[in-house]
């Protein structure tokens, strides 16, 4: 008896199923995924290109489906070749989720929990998982070909897939309610400054300044708490650097595309099972000095690294990049002394302030609005005074109103303040109107 003969007297049993619905799919996906895990070996599979996988599956399908004299349509056979490539290879239910090129986040909570941000709002998809299990399958299926494990011993994963999205996984017993999985979204086209204009994310007037302060090396920290667009400001401001610089990244998790030639991409490696093999952010920025950087990018400095970033920023090593995560510019200075102090018990705050303000220019404020958008609420420069560290800030997005759909409006604009790198940015042969930094001089943007 050919499974068509026994699924059609096990349907016959049931309230009347259609042959063409779910529950038809449903089971022959399980039988010939069950025959796929007894009768091949999946783990050869997953090793080959994306490419020969899912043709080396959808050969063995439809060779099992004409052995068994399996009757079905084209369309259903398109379906189950989908469901058992996806389930079998691919990442399940996610894999359209991962084929919309506008969703950002995709976050698993539970099984009918799917959440996903698209263009800076989070709404509830409509993909769901069988069950729990179905969860930890393709959380197994995702950090499998990176080298990770996942279990009871080890309950956490942090990892990125082939296309460079980051993905974070949890199981119990710390998950308390069963799997979670978090995957951000790597943009196969890196923004440019002008996608961030046409989002109103900052004026071009706020775009200029930016762009001529990292092409004239000034050191700039971007501010900001998770999910304001640190990372793509870095990596947008990062591409004004001129072209024949060298460029060192260090990344807790390599997320930057620069598009460039002459970059050297360095990544941290946790500890293994047994505890070893560590190597930390702070042992890359000092293993970067070593390889002639004119420019070094720190994705996120977190700790110790903080020091020998700004020693580096002091040290013939200017025009260096990096974000933090503060929710004012102050903060990210306070952070920043106090990451300093922590690590370098021998340090006070009267000499750790100046240090930092020598090596810091520009500090550039991040925010992501309740209504989804993303702005640079400020940008600052760093001076002291009498002693104390602070901040004057240059750009500002000022809060004007919120209309009946929660939409945020505002406006770009200068304070007047002219900054003291006004002259260093002249004098790298860029043009500064007299009225760059007036309240009323060039033309800041409305947004919302």
């Given at each position: 008896?050919?499974?068509?003969?026994?699924?059609?007297?096990?349907?016959?049993?049931?309230?009347?199923?259609?042959?063409?619905?779910?529950?038809?799919?449903?089971?022959?996906?399980?039988?010939?995924?069950?025959?796929?895990?007894?009768?091949?070996?999946?783990?050869?599979?997953?090793?080959l290109?994306?490419?020969?996988?899912?043709?080396?599956?959808?050969?063995?399908?439809?060779?099992?489906?004409?052995?068994?004299?399996?009757?079905?349509?084209?369309?259903?056979?398109?379906?189950?070749?989908?469901?058992?490539?996806?389930?079998?290879?691919?990442?399940?239910?996610?894999?359209?989720?991962?084929?919309?090129?506008?969703?950002?986040?995709?976050?698993?909570?539970?099984?009918?929990?799917v959440?996903?941000?698209?263009?800076?709002?989070?709404?509830?998809?409509?993909?769901?998982?069988?069950?729990?299990?179905?969860?930890?399958?393709?959380?197994?299926?995702?950090?499998?070909?990176?080298?990770?494990?996942?279990?009871?011993?080890?309950?956490?994963?942090?990892?990125?897939?082939?296309?460079?999205?980051?993905?974070n996984?949890?199981?119990?017993?710390?998950?308390?309610?069963?799997?979670?999985?978090t995957?951000r979204?790597?943009?196969?086209?890196?923004?440019?400054?002008?996608?961030?204009?046409?989002?109103?994310?900052?004026?071009?007037?706020?775009?200029?300044?930016?762009?001529?302060?990292?092409?004239?090396?000034?050191?700039?920290?971007?501010?900001?708490?998770?999910?304001?667009?640190?990372?793509?400001?870095?990596?947008?401001?990062?591409?004004?650097?001129?072209?024949?610089?060298?460029?060192?990244?260090?990344?807790d998790?390599a997320?930057?595309?620069?598009?460039?030639?002459?970059?050297?991409?360095?990544?941290?490696?946790?500890?293994?099972?047994?505890?070893?093999?560590?190597?930390?952010?702070?042992?890359?920025?000092?293993?970067?000095?070593r390889?002639?950087?004119?420019?070094?990018?720190?994705?996120?400095?977190?700790?110790?690294?903080?020091?020998?970033?700004?020693?580096?920023?002091?040290?013939?090593?200017?025009?260096?990049?990096?974000?933090?995560?503060?929710n004012?510019?102050?903060?990210?200075?306070?952070?920043?002394?106090?990451m300093?102090?922590?690590?370098?018990?021998?340090?006070?705050a009267?000499?750790?302030?100046?240090?930092?303000?020598?090596?810091?220019?520009?500090?550039?404020?991040?925010?992501?609005?309740?209504?989804?958008?993303?702005?640079?609420?400020?940008?600052?420069?760093?001076?002291?005074?009498?002693?104390?560290?602070?901040?004057?800030?240059?750009?500002?997005?000022?809060?004007?109103?919120?209309?009946?759909?929660?939409?945020?409006?505002?406006?770009?604009?200068?304070?007047?303040?002219?900054?003291?790198?006004?002259?260093?940015?002249?004098?790298?042969?860029?043009?500064?109107?007299?009225d760059?930094?007036?309240?009323?001089?060039?033309?800041?943007?409305?947004?919302?």
């Amino acid at each position: 008896m050919s499974i068509f003969q026994k699924l059609s007297s096990r349907l016959d049993e049931q309230v009347q199923v259609e042959k063409t619905s779910e529950d038809y799919l449903d089971f022959l996906f399980q039988h010939y995924k069950d025959r796929l895990l007894k009768e091949t070996n999946l783990d050869h599979l997953i090793k080959l290109p994306i490419y020969q996988k899912r043709k080396t599956i959808e050969k063995l399908i439809t060779e099992m489906l004409e052995q068994e004299k399996v009757i079905i349509t084209q369309q259903d056979k398109t379906d189950l070749l989908n469901m058992i490539l996806n389930d079998s290879v691919g990442f399940g239910p996610l894999e359209p989720l991962l084929r919309e090129e506008d969703i950002t986040e995709i976050m698993v909570n539970g099984p009918n929990e799917v959440y996903i941000e698209r263009r800076g709002t989070i709404t509830l998809s409509d993909v769901t998982f069988k069950n729990h299990d179905h969860i930890r399958h393709i959380i197994d299926r995702i950090v499998a070909p990176i080298g990770r494990r996942i279990d009871e011993s080890s309950p956490l994963v942090d990892g990125r897939l082939e296309d460079g999205s980051r993905v974070n996984a949890a199981i119990p017993p710390v998950a308390l309610h069963g799997p979670v999985l978090t995957i951000r979204k790597f943009k196969k086209d890196p923004y440019s400054m002008n996608d961030l204009i046409g989002f109103q994310t900052l004026s071009p007037q706020m775009a200029q300044f930016l762009e001529m302060a990292a092409a004239s090396k000034l050191n700039i920290i971007i501010s900001g708490g998770t999910g304001s667009g640190k990372t793509t400001l870095l990596n947008v401001v990062s591409a004004a650097i001129p072209l024949g610089e060298r460029i060192i990244t260090i990344e807790d998790m390599a997320e930057l595309r620069l598009g460039r030639k002459n970059v050297v991409s360095l990544e941290a490696r946790p500890a293994n099972m047994e505890g070893s093999g560590e190597i930390t952010i702070r042992q890359l920025v000092r293993n970067a000095l070593r390889m002639r950087p004119d420019r070094i990018i720190v994705g996120e400095v977190r700790g110790g690294e903080a020091m020998d970033m700004l020693q580096a920023m002091n040290t013939g090593h200017e025009g260096s990049l990096t974000t933090i995560h503060a929710n004012t510019p102050q903060d990210a200075m306070s952070r920043i002394e106090a990451m300093i102090l922590m690590n370098n018990s021998s340090m006070t705050a009267e000499v750790v302030r100046p240090f930092i303000s020598a090596a810091i220019h520009l500090v550039v404020q991040t925010l992501r609005l309740t209504d989804g958008t993303r702005r640079i609420v400020s940008i600052a420069e760093a001076v002291t005074q009498d002693g104390q560290l602070n901040l004057k800030e240059i750009f500002v997005f000022n809060r004007k109103s919120v209309e009946l759909n929660g939409r945020i409006i505002g406006n770009f604009e200068a304070t007047g303040y002219v900054p003291d790198c006004a002259n260093r940015i002249r004098s790298f042969g860029n043009e500064l109107p007299s009225d760059f930094f007036s309240p009323k001089g060039g033309s800041m943007n409305h947004a919302g």
